[in-house]
C-alpha cells in the first residue's frame, strides 16, 4: 500500500497569513503514461464531509477560492492557503488516487493563531 | 444539484450485520464509478471499497476484504455496501463518494460526498 504521510499534524497561522501543509508518499504517484501526479487535496470542516480541493496534485476544482494552491511532484507535495481565512479553518488531507488501495494522510488541523 | 443521501446506519452487534444504501440523483449515476469511505470518531479518512460505472468490477481495503460486498443498481440510481461480520473496529461514519471524470478519465478524486451514515458496532 502506498502510505501517505502529512506534516505538520495541526498549525495555527494568523489571518491574512500563508499556511502550508506538506504530503508525502511512500512511493511515486507520477504516472508515466499521461505525466500527472495521482494526488488529491480535502478540506473537511467540522460536522461536514470532505470537501474536494484539488486534483492532479495542482488543479482546482471548480469553485475553490485560488487561494489555494497545489505544488509537487513524484513523492512530495504541498498545499498552500496563500492568505488565511477564517473560514479556511478546517482538516486538510491528501489522497493518492494512483493505486488501490487508495489512500489518505493522517490529516492536519488548521486554525487561526 | 449532484445529491449522495446515505442511510442504513444504526448500532449493531459485533457479528452482525447491515446493508448502506446510498441514494444518488442530479448526475447520470451509471456512468460514474463509485466509492466508500470511513471515518471513525475523531479519526481520519479510510477508503473502504469502489465499483465501476456498471457494476462489473470492484475494490476493497484489506480491512474489509471477505466481509463486505459493494453493488449498485443502476435503475434505481442507487449504490449499496453489504457489511457482514461486523466488528468493533467497523464503527464510523460511512460516506458514499462519487468518482471526478476529467479529460475521458474517471479518477478516484471524490468530487461529491454524502453527508454520511454511522455505524456502531458494540455489545
Known amino acids: 500500500d502506498i502510505v501517505m504521510t502529512q506534516s505538520p499534524d495541526s498549525l495555527a497561522v494568523s489571518l491574512g497569513e500563508r499556511a502550508t501543509i506538506n504530503c508525502k508518499s511512500s512511493?511515486?504517484?507520477?504516472?508515466?503514461?499521461?505525466?500527472?501526479?495521482?494526488l488529491a487535496w480535502y478540506q473537511q470542516k467540522p460536522g461536514q464531509p470532505p470537501k474536494l480541493l484539488i486534483y492532479?496534485?495542482?488543479t482546482r476544482e471548480s469553485g475553490v477560492p485560488d487561494r489555494f494552491s497545489g505544488s509537487g511532484s513524484g513523492t512530495d507535495f504541498t498545499l498552500t492557503i496563500s492568505s488565511l481565512q477564517a473560514e479556511d479553518v478546517a482538516v486538510y488531507y491528501c489522497?493518492?488516487?494512483?493505486?488501490?488501495?487508495?489512500?489518505f494522510g493522517q490529516g492536519t488541523k488548521v486554525e487561526i493563531k | 444539484e449532484v445529491q449522495l443521501v446515505e442511510s442504513g446506519g444504526a448500532l449493531v452487534h459485533p457479528g452482525g450485520s447491515l446493508r448502506l444504501s446510498c441514494a444518488a440523483s442530479?448526475?447520470?449515476?451509471?456512468?460514474?464509478?463509485m466509492s466508500w469511505v470511513r471515518q471513525a470518531p475523531g479519526k481520519g479518512l479510510e477508503w473502504v471499497s469502489a465499483?465501476?460505472?456498471?457494476?462489473?468490477?470492484?475494490y476493497y481495503a484489506d480491512s474489509v476484504k471477505g466481509r463486505f460486498t459493494i453493488s449498485r443498481d443502476n435503475s434505481k440510481n442507487t449504490l449499496y455496501l453489504q457489511m457482514n461480520s461486523l466488528r468493533a473496529e467497523d464503527t464510523a461514519v460511512y460516506y458514499c463518494?462519487?468518482?471526478?471524470?476529467?479529460?475521458?478519465?474517471?479518477?478516484?478524486?471524490?468530487?461529491?460526498w454524502g453527508q454520511g451514515t454511522l455505524i456502531t458496532v458494540s455489545s
Open positions: 489522497q493518492q488516487y494512483f493505486r488501490t488501495p487508495w489512500t
Open positions: 512511493q511515486s504517484v507520477l504516472s508515466n503514461s499521461n505525466i500527472q501526479n495521482y
Open positions: 492532479w496534485a495542482s
Open positions: 442530479g448526475f447520470t449515476f451509471g456512468s460514474y464509478a
Open positions: 465499483i465501476n460505472d456498471r457494476g462489473a468490477y470492484t
Open positions: 463518494t462519487k468518482y471526478n471524470f476529467w479529460n475521458g478519465y474517471q479518477i478516484a478524486a471524490f468530487d461529491h
